[in-house]
Structure formats: C-alpha cells, structure tokens
C-alpha cells in the first residue's frame, strides 16, 4: 500500500521500491506491526484482530505542505487461493482457477477459487474504509503490472484488455482511492482482508466490518473494552477463543 502525488509514489516502507531519500522505522509488537516512513509523514500498521480470519491494513497520511494536494491510495496484492504444498506441487498453475466481482457501493472485491472437488473452495474479500473516497478496483496483473512490469515495477493500470472480473488468468486485488488534502490535513483508510469457506458466510462478514467502528476497537488494547467490542462485533466462537475457553 502506498500514495502516489503527482508523478512521486510515497511509501511507509522501504520495500517493494527500494528507494532511498525516506526516514523509515519498523516497530513490532504481538499482533501487530508498524511502519513509519517519517520524512513523507505516512504509516502503516498492519494487525491481526482476534474478530476477523484475516488482517486490517490501516494507513495514515497527512500533507505537510503549505498548498492543497492531490493524492491516490493505491493498494496492491497478489491472489492465489491455495495452500502451500498445492502451490509447491503445481506454480506454473498457481494462479488458475480464480474469479472476482467486485461490489462498488460497499468498496469490497470478492475472489473466489474454484474448488477440484464439489464441494469446498476459497473466497477472500478485500474490503476498503475510504472515509467516503469513492474506489476502483482491478484484479486482473495484466492489467494493473502493465506490459513490462513487476512487484517492484508495476505501471498501475485500472483497466485494461485483460478482463478485470470473472475468470480471471493472473489474479490480483487492485484498489485506488483519490482524495485532496488541505495544508496539515490528514487522512486515514483502511484494507481489511477477510477469508472464509462459505461465500456467503463471508459477505456477512464483510456488512459487519461496514457496519460497526471497525479500526476504533480492533486496535485497542486488550481489557474490558475491547471485550465488549468483540462481543457486539462477533459474538460466537471468535469471542470464546478470545475469553479462553
């Protein structure tokens, strides 16, 4: 995940890019990573709440400048859907299998591996708190790494002669939020990565990301409060695993 003003791409870590001229700090604790790229005023923190089977991606930006300025979130991430001894037996294939939609008016792209067997299979969602930002997604590394491009090198394409949903060959998840900042205005957004057998099962899930404070009780810390939060969230086996029992 980064931001790109103008032609500059701002990143809170070092990697994929690689690029010197920012002040970067790494900070890990249990559950939960951060990094701060300093010298372009962003963060990220990435974290493991007990509520989802995923993770939540938070960023942070906020413009320095003395002008108004214009930037894109970007996040990017390759999709295959399979365990690892799948992909160990078979990477040529790794990608094949796999179908997206996207739901716009939630900010949710949904990809679901087909499964070999009847029943069984894979969906993950990626769903993404703009704070009102209206998104574009793309799933199809074709499209969205260009011609010649890579992890370290993508051109960012949203759209493309590839199709973007459906059976998709190189399947990725691709979003792109574009906002305005003031001069010290902030902004924060969020990706939050879910996963789950049961398609359905997983939408529901998503509505309950969309319909509670989400990132206000995720990274909390542990105590009464959080515990509350969990219970209003998810109150079934997620919030026994938390008590303990």
């Not at 790109?4 to 920012?22: H, L, N, Q, W």
């Not at 859907?81 to 939609?101: M, Q, T, W």
């Not at 993508?154 to 998840?173: H, K, Q, R, W």
Request: net charge neutral; with cysteine.
């Amino acid at each position: 995940g980064y931001f790109i003003c103008g032609k500059e791409v701002i990143s809170p870590t070092f990697a994929p890019f690689k690029r010197d001229g920012g002040a970067y700090k790494a900070v890990f604790s249990d559950g939960k990573a951060e990094y701060f790229n300093t010298r372009a005023n962003c963060s990220m923190k990435v974290y493991t709440p007990l509520v989802i089977s995923g993770e939540g991606r938070e960023y942070t930006l906020k413009n320095e400048a003395d002008r108004q300025k214009e930037y894109s979130f970007v996040f990017a991430e390759r999709v295959s859907l399979i365990e690892r001894r799948a992909y160990v037996s078979h990477p040529a294939f790794c990608d094949l299998f796999v179908s997206a939609k996207t739901d716009k008016a939630k900010n949710t792209v949904y990809l679901n591996r087909k499964p070999r067997e009847s029943t069984g299979g894979f969906t993950l969602a990626a769903t993404v708190l703009a704070g009102g930002a209206d998104c574009e997604f793309e799933c199809n590394r074709q499209n969205l790494y260009g011609r010649n491009g890579s992890d370290f090198n993508p051109a960012l394409n949203f759209g493309g002669n590839a199709p973007s949903e459906g059976d998709v060959i190189t399947p990725c998840i691709g979003i792109k939020c574009d906002f305005t900042l003031a001069p010290g205005e902030s902004k924060k957004l969020a990706v939050v990565i879910q996963c789950a057998e049961d398609e359905n099962v997983l939408e529901s899930r998503v509505e309950r990301v969309l319909g509670t404070d989400f990132l206000g009780y995720a990274l909390s810390p542990a105590g009464s409060g959080e515990q509350s939060a969990l219970n209003k969230y998810m109150p079934d086996e997620r919030t026994a695993i938390y008590a303990g029992k």
